[in-house]
Protein backbone atom coordinates (compact mmCIF):
# COMPACT_ATOMS: atom_id res chain seq x y z
CA UNK A 1 0.00 0.00 0.00
CA UNK A 2 1.29 3.15 -0.87
CA UNK A 3 -0.07 7.36 -0.20
CA UNK A 4 -0.64 7.32 -3.80
CA UNK A 5 -2.93 4.21 -3.30
CA UNK A 6 -4.71 6.15 -0.71
CA UNK A 7 -5.41 9.00 -2.16
CA UNK A 8 -7.22 7.02 -5.00
CA UNK A 9 -9.47 5.09 -2.13
CA UNK A 10 -9.94 8.45 -1.28
CA UNK A 11 -11.29 10.00 -4.25
CA UNK A 12 -13.62 7.02 -5.10
CA UNK A 13 -14.96 7.15 -2.02
CA UNK A 14 -15.71 10.62 -2.21
CA UNK A 15 -17.12 10.10 -5.75
CA UNK A 16 -19.18 7.49 -5.20
CA UNK A 17 -20.90 9.14 -2.07
CA UNK A 18 -21.69 12.04 -4.15
CA UNK A 19 -23.57 10.17 -6.13
CA UNK A 20 -25.67 7.87 -3.79
CA UNK A 21 -26.75 11.47 -2.61
CA UNK A 22 -27.29 12.63 -5.97
CA UNK A 23 -29.31 9.77 -7.61
CA UNK A 24 -31.19 8.83 -3.79
CA UNK A 25 -34.79 10.18 -4.68
CA UNK A 26 -34.79 8.40 -8.15
CA UNK A 27 -35.26 3.91 -8.02
CA UNK A 28 -34.27 2.53 -11.32
CA UNK A 29 -36.24 0.69 -13.62
CA UNK A 30 -35.78 -3.34 -13.67
CA UNK A 31 -32.88 -4.46 -16.12
CA UNK A 32 -34.30 -6.32 -19.11
CA UNK A 33 -34.26 -9.88 -18.76
CA UNK A 34 -30.76 -11.37 -19.64
CA UNK A 35 -31.89 -14.21 -21.24
CA UNK A 36 -33.58 -12.22 -23.75
CA UNK A 37 -30.51 -10.08 -24.17
CA UNK A 38 -28.53 -13.50 -24.90
CA UNK A 39 -30.47 -14.45 -27.14
CA UNK A 40 -31.29 -11.21 -28.91
CA UNK A 41 -29.48 -8.65 -31.06
CA UNK A 42 -25.67 -7.99 -31.18
CA UNK A 43 -26.27 -3.82 -32.41
CA UNK A 44 -24.39 -1.80 -29.77
CA UNK A 45 -27.30 -0.04 -28.72
CA UNK A 46 -29.09 -3.52 -28.17
CA UNK A 47 -26.22 -5.18 -25.84
CA UNK A 48 -26.51 -1.80 -23.94
CA UNK A 49 -29.34 -3.24 -22.07
CA UNK A 50 -27.05 -6.23 -21.03
CA UNK A 51 -25.76 -3.81 -18.00
CA UNK A 52 -28.29 -1.01 -17.98
CA UNK A 53 -29.98 -0.33 -14.74
CA UNK A 54 -28.38 -3.53 -12.91
CA UNK A 55 -25.93 -3.49 -9.75
CA UNK A 56 -22.32 -3.81 -10.26
CA UNK A 57 -21.77 -7.44 -9.56
CA UNK A 58 -24.65 -8.36 -11.42
CA UNK A 59 -22.98 -6.12 -14.63
CA UNK A 60 -20.06 -7.97 -14.50
CA UNK A 61 -22.00 -11.38 -13.79
CA UNK A 62 -23.61 -10.10 -17.59
CA UNK A 63 -20.42 -9.36 -19.26
CA UNK A 64 -19.01 -12.87 -18.15
CA UNK A 65 -22.18 -14.90 -19.07
CA UNK A 66 -22.50 -13.14 -22.90
CA UNK A 67 -18.91 -14.38 -23.37
CA UNK A 68 -19.42 -17.29 -22.20
CA UNK A 69 -22.61 -18.01 -24.33
CA UNK A 70 -20.35 -17.02 -27.22
CA UNK A 71 -17.63 -20.12 -26.34
CA UNK A 72 -15.34 -17.06 -25.97
CA UNK A 73 -11.97 -18.13 -23.89
CA UNK A 74 -11.81 -15.39 -21.30
CA UNK A 75 -8.96 -14.60 -19.01
CA UNK A 76 -10.53 -14.01 -15.56
CA UNK A 77 -8.63 -11.80 -13.27
CA UNK A 78 -9.76 -11.57 -9.86
CA UNK A 79 -8.10 -8.77 -7.28
CA UNK A 80 -9.06 -7.92 -3.54
CA UNK A 81 -7.07 -4.79 -1.70
CA UNK A 82 -8.82 -2.41 0.78
CA UNK A 83 -9.88 -0.41 -1.99
CA UNK A 84 -12.17 -2.59 -3.31
CA UNK A 85 -12.90 -6.04 -4.98
CA UNK A 86 -13.96 -7.30 -8.26
CA UNK A 87 -12.96 -9.66 -11.66
CA UNK A 88 -11.44 -7.89 -14.69
CA UNK A 89 -12.23 -10.14 -17.91
CA UNK A 90 -10.13 -10.32 -20.41
CA UNK A 91 -10.47 -11.56 -24.53
CA UNK A 92 -7.64 -11.74 -27.07
CA UNK A 93 -8.10 -11.71 -30.87
CA UNK A 94 -6.04 -11.43 -33.59
CA UNK A 95 -2.17 -12.45 -33.90
CA UNK A 96 0.79 -10.67 -33.79
CA UNK A 97 3.85 -9.37 -31.59
CA UNK A 98 2.26 -6.06 -30.63
CA UNK A 99 -0.24 -5.75 -28.70
CA UNK A 100 -3.40 -2.74 -28.62
CA UNK A 101 -5.89 -2.76 -25.43
CA UNK A 102 -9.05 -1.40 -25.97
CA UNK A 103 -10.55 -0.91 -22.34
CA UNK A 104 -14.36 -0.60 -20.97
CA UNK A 105 -14.89 -1.02 -17.50
CA UNK A 106 -18.26 -3.01 -16.82
CA UNK A 107 -19.18 -0.82 -13.24
CA UNK A 108 -21.32 1.67 -12.64
CA UNK A 109 -21.81 4.78 -9.95
CA UNK A 110 -24.71 4.28 -7.21
CA UNK A 111 -28.20 5.02 -8.42
CA UNK A 112 -27.63 5.78 -12.30
CA UNK A 113 -28.24 3.08 -15.12
CA UNK A 114 -24.74 3.32 -16.58
CA UNK A 115 -25.60 3.67 -20.09
CA UNK A 116 -23.33 6.06 -21.29
CA UNK A 117 -21.02 5.16 -18.56
CA UNK A 118 -20.19 2.79 -19.57
CA UNK A 119 -21.90 -0.07 -20.74
CA UNK A 120 -22.16 2.16 -24.01
CA UNK A 121 -18.18 0.93 -24.23
CA UNK A 122 -18.84 -2.79 -22.93
CA UNK A 123 -21.38 -3.08 -25.93
CA UNK A 124 -19.22 -1.70 -28.48
CA UNK A 125 -16.26 -3.64 -27.35
CA UNK A 126 -18.49 -6.77 -27.42
CA UNK A 127 -20.04 -5.65 -30.95
CA UNK A 128 -16.85 -5.87 -32.64
CA UNK A 129 -15.99 -9.22 -30.61
CA UNK A 130 -18.79 -10.52 -32.98
CA UNK A 131 -17.60 -8.71 -35.63
CA UNK A 132 -14.26 -9.90 -35.87
CA UNK A 133 -15.62 -13.72 -34.72
CA UNK A 134 -14.96 -15.19 -38.61
CA UNK A 135 -11.83 -12.47 -39.69
CA UNK A 136 -9.97 -11.50 -36.84
CA UNK A 137 -7.16 -8.60 -37.12
CA UNK A 138 -4.32 -9.39 -38.86
CA UNK A 139 -0.64 -8.49 -37.77
CA UNK A 140 -1.96 -7.14 -34.35
CA UNK A 141 -3.35 -9.02 -30.90
CA UNK A 142 -6.25 -6.93 -29.72
CA UNK A 143 -6.90 -7.26 -25.97
CA UNK A 144 -10.44 -6.42 -25.38
CA UNK A 145 -10.29 -5.86 -21.06
CA UNK A 146 -13.32 -5.25 -19.26
CA UNK A 147 -12.56 -3.82 -15.45
CA UNK A 148 -14.34 -3.70 -12.62
CA UNK A 149 -13.94 -0.87 -10.66
CA UNK A 150 -13.08 1.87 -12.70
CA UNK A 151 -15.07 4.10 -10.71
CA UNK A 152 -12.55 3.52 -7.59
CA UNK A 153 -10.01 5.49 -9.37
CA UNK A 154 -9.54 2.33 -11.89
CA UNK A 155 -8.62 0.17 -9.28
CA UNK A 156 -9.21 -2.95 -11.28
CA UNK A 157 -6.72 -2.02 -13.85
CA UNK A 158 -4.13 -0.59 -11.42
CA UNK A 159 -4.35 -4.46 -10.28
CA UNK A 160 -4.16 -5.52 -13.86
CA UNK A 161 -0.71 -3.99 -14.65
CA UNK A 162 1.10 -4.31 -11.39
CA UNK A 163 0.39 -8.35 -11.73
CA UNK A 164 -0.21 -9.00 -15.95
CA UNK A 165 2.31 -6.12 -16.32
CA UNK A 166 2.59 -4.51 -19.63
CA UNK A 167 5.11 -6.29 -21.83
CA UNK A 168 4.49 -5.82 -25.64
CA UNK A 169 2.01 -3.67 -25.71
CA UNK A 170 1.78 -1.13 -28.36
CA UNK A 171 -0.92 1.03 -27.31
CA UNK A 172 -4.04 1.55 -24.92
CA UNK A 173 -7.27 3.49 -25.23
CA UNK A 174 -9.87 3.05 -23.05
CA UNK A 175 -13.26 3.76 -24.00
CA UNK A 176 -15.64 6.34 -21.89
CA UNK A 177 -19.33 8.05 -22.83
CA UNK A 178 -19.15 6.64 -26.16
CA UNK A 179 -22.86 6.95 -26.92
CA UNK A 180 -23.69 10.58 -27.56
CA UNK A 181 -22.63 13.04 -30.24
CA UNK A 182 -20.40 12.74 -33.83
CA UNK A 183 -17.32 13.87 -33.00
CA UNK A 184 -14.05 11.74 -31.45
CA UNK A 185 -11.72 13.02 -29.36
CA UNK A 186 -8.52 11.62 -27.70
CA UNK A 187 -7.70 12.87 -24.49
CA UNK A 188 -4.69 12.49 -22.36
CA UNK A 189 -2.76 12.67 -25.39
CA UNK A 190 -0.02 15.30 -24.37
CA UNK A 191 3.25 13.19 -25.81
CA UNK A 192 3.75 12.18 -29.36
CA UNK A 193 4.17 8.33 -29.95
CA UNK A 194 3.63 5.95 -32.75
CA UNK A 195 1.01 4.47 -31.81
CA UNK A 196 -1.20 8.01 -31.45
CA UNK A 197 0.73 9.30 -34.70
CA UNK A 198 -1.27 5.82 -36.32
CA UNK A 199 -4.54 6.51 -34.43
CA UNK A 200 -4.53 10.00 -36.31
CA UNK A 201 -4.01 8.38 -39.14
CA UNK A 202 -6.59 5.76 -39.13
CA UNK A 203 -9.15 8.56 -38.30
CA UNK A 204 -8.25 10.33 -41.02
CA UNK A 205 -8.64 7.35 -43.72
CA UNK A 206 -12.16 7.60 -42.42
CA UNK A 207 -12.10 11.37 -43.86
CA UNK A 208 -12.07 12.40 -40.46
CA UNK A 209 -10.54 16.23 -40.03
CA UNK A 210 -8.14 16.85 -36.98
CA UNK A 211 -9.82 19.78 -34.74
CA UNK A 212 -13.03 19.63 -36.81
CA UNK A 213 -14.38 15.82 -36.89
CA UNK A 214 -12.12 14.66 -34.31
CA UNK A 215 -9.76 16.47 -31.57
CA UNK A 216 -6.23 15.55 -29.56
CA UNK A 217 -6.48 17.07 -26.68
CA UNK A 218 -4.02 17.23 -23.33
CA UNK A 219 -4.48 15.82 -19.86
CA UNK A 220 -7.91 16.48 -18.38
CA UNK A 221 -8.09 17.46 -14.60
CA UNK A 222 -10.28 15.64 -12.46
CA UNK A 223 -11.93 13.03 -15.17
CA UNK A 224 -9.44 10.18 -15.37
CA UNK A 225 -10.17 6.36 -17.06
CA UNK A 226 -8.87 3.12 -16.73
CA UNK A 227 -5.92 3.98 -19.37
CA UNK A 228 -3.63 6.21 -16.70
CA UNK A 229 -3.12 2.99 -15.26
CA UNK A 230 -1.13 1.78 -18.31
CA UNK A 231 -0.04 5.56 -19.31
CA UNK A 232 1.55 5.15 -15.30
CA UNK A 233 3.90 1.85 -16.28
CA UNK A 234 5.26 3.97 -19.49
CA UNK A 235 2.50 2.55 -22.18
CA UNK A 236 1.03 5.07 -24.75
CA UNK A 237 -2.51 5.08 -23.54
CA UNK A 238 -5.04 7.22 -24.11
CA UNK A 239 -8.90 8.05 -23.40
CA UNK A 240 -11.43 7.79 -26.14
CA UNK A 241 -14.97 9.45 -25.93
CA UNK A 242 -17.54 10.95 -28.66
CA UNK A 243 -19.01 14.27 -27.81
CA UNK A 244 -21.58 16.38 -29.87
CA UNK A 245 -19.44 19.06 -32.30
CA UNK A 246 -21.86 21.67 -31.43
CA UNK A 247 -20.90 21.70 -27.70
CA UNK A 248 -16.97 21.30 -28.18
CA UNK A 249 -16.65 25.16 -26.84
CA UNK A 250 -19.09 24.33 -23.76
CA UNK A 251 -17.10 20.86 -23.09
CA UNK A 252 -13.41 21.98 -23.44
CA UNK A 253 -14.36 24.88 -21.02
CA UNK A 254 -16.10 22.41 -18.52
CA UNK A 255 -13.57 19.81 -18.63
CA UNK A 256 -10.33 21.96 -18.69
CA UNK A 257 -11.86 24.41 -15.82
CA UNK A 258 -13.53 21.91 -13.27
CA UNK A 259 -14.00 24.10 -10.50
CA UNK A 260 -15.15 27.16 -12.47
CA UNK A 261 -17.55 25.01 -14.48
CA UNK A 262 -19.16 23.11 -11.14
CA UNK A 263 -20.39 26.64 -10.16
CA UNK A 264 -21.10 27.70 -13.82
CA UNK A 265 -23.10 24.68 -15.09
CA UNK A 266 -24.80 23.82 -11.53
CA UNK A 267 -28.09 23.64 -13.89
CA UNK A 268 -26.77 22.84 -16.67
CA UNK A 269 -23.37 20.30 -17.92
CA UNK A 270 -22.89 20.14 -21.85
CA UNK A 271 -23.29 16.65 -23.03
CA UNK A 272 -22.36 14.26 -22.73
CA UNK A 273 -21.73 15.58 -19.34
CA UNK A 274 -25.27 16.10 -18.70
CA UNK A 275 -26.43 12.78 -17.86
CA UNK A 276 -22.98 11.50 -16.40
CA UNK A 277 -23.27 10.05 -12.96
CA UNK A 278 -26.47 10.95 -12.73
CA UNK A 279 -30.32 8.45 -12.74
CA UNK A 280 -31.06 9.77 -16.23
CA UNK A 281 -27.72 7.72 -17.88
CA UNK A 282 -30.51 5.66 -19.33
CA UNK A 283 -29.98 3.56 -23.42
CA UNK A 284 -32.66 6.18 -24.18
CA UNK A 285 -30.17 9.52 -24.56
CA UNK A 286 -28.01 7.25 -26.57
CA UNK A 287 -27.53 7.65 -29.97
CA UNK A 288 -27.02 4.61 -32.53
CA UNK A 289 -24.77 6.22 -35.15
CA UNK A 290 -22.70 7.21 -32.19
CA UNK A 291 -22.32 3.74 -31.39
CA UNK A 292 -21.59 3.12 -34.53
CA UNK A 293 -18.78 5.99 -35.48
CA UNK A 294 -16.63 4.44 -32.50
CA UNK A 295 -16.96 1.26 -33.64
CA UNK A 296 -15.54 1.90 -36.98
CA UNK A 297 -12.65 4.39 -35.36
CA UNK A 298 -11.74 1.44 -33.53
CA UNK A 299 -11.96 -1.68 -36.36
CA UNK A 300 -9.41 1.47 -38.61
CA UNK A 301 -7.53 2.03 -35.48
CA UNK A 302 -7.10 -1.66 -35.42
CA UNK A 303 -6.28 -2.71 -38.62
CA UNK A 304 -3.85 0.38 -38.80
CA UNK A 305 -1.66 -1.33 -36.15
CA UNK A 306 -1.40 -4.43 -37.92
CA UNK A 307 0.06 -3.19 -41.25
Do not use: K
Not at 32 to 43: I, N
Not at 147 to 176: F, N
Not at 177 to 203: Q, Y
Amino acid sequence: MSWRDVGFWARGRLSLAASRVANRRVALPAPAPLDGVLRGPTTPLALVRLLENRSNAEREAAVGRWLASRGVEVDRHRFATFEGRGENLAVEVGRGDRTVVLIAHHDAVPGSPGANDNAAAVAILLHLLERWGPRPPEGVRVRLLFPACEELGYLGTRAWVRERGVRGIAGVLSLELCGVGDSLALWDASTPSPFLAGVRTALEGLGLVADVSYHVVGRIPVFGSDHRAFAAAGVPAYGLTVVPAAEATALRSFVFSPVRSALRHAVRRPPPFDTYHTARDASATLDPAALEHVAVALQAIVAAAGR
